[in-house]
């Protein structure tokens, strides 16, 4: 962020993307995700560090970022994803929680990975694909953008490669 923004940036411009009744994907972290999570945005979708960070405890089991990702969706984020970099990630609505995990893959550089599952979020969700799909999706994309050099995008013929590789499972609600 650049220096001297107001911590509820965020949340003012979720707020004004929702009487446009735009859907927002929030991928922030420290104060800037704790305050944007005030204004309810659609998906939030913080790495393992952050979610730590916002809820105040460890998360240094897989159990623990479960429960994380439903207790974020109770708290009124319609879903919560919490990144788990090549473990790939878990994520929350209010019916389902599920867990994808990556093919191992060789990486060549992890700048954009993050930002590249989160296109693969925006994609599936527009389609109003299944959470199932849409963390496939998600975690294919962002394992492809590994393969890649630099700031390369993700390409598409490797997230097709890796999308039949991804795992995906639904995982039981804890509360």
């Known amino acids: 962020m650049p220096p001297g923004l107001p911590a509820d940036i965020y949340a003012v411009i979720i707020h004004q993307a929702r009487e446009h009744h735009i859907k927002i994907i929030l991928d922030s972290s420290g104060i800037y995700l704790k305050e944007g999570i005030k204004a309810r945005p659609f998906v939030i979708k913080p790495n393992v560090h952050e979610a730590e960070e916002l809820l105040g405890r460890s998360l240094a089991f897989e159990k623990d970022i479960v429960d994380a990702a439903q207790e974020l969706v109770r708290a009124e984020v319609d879903i919560a994803v919490i990144s788990r970099g090549k473990d790939g990630l878990v994520a ?57 050099l630099g700031t390369t995008l993700a390409r598409r013929a490797d997230v097709e490669r890796i999308l039949p590789l991804v795992r995906t499972e639904k995982l039981n609600r804890s509360r």
């Open 92 to 148: 929350a609505d209010r019916s389902e929680t599920v867990k994808a995990t990556p093919p191992t893959v060789m990486a060549v550089s992890t700048v954009g990975a993050g930002d590249s599952t989160v296109a693969g979020l925006a994609i599936a969700l527009e389609g109003e694909e299944s959470l199932i799909h849409t963390c496939r999706l998600a975690v294919a994309m962002g394992t492809a953008a590994v393969l890649a």
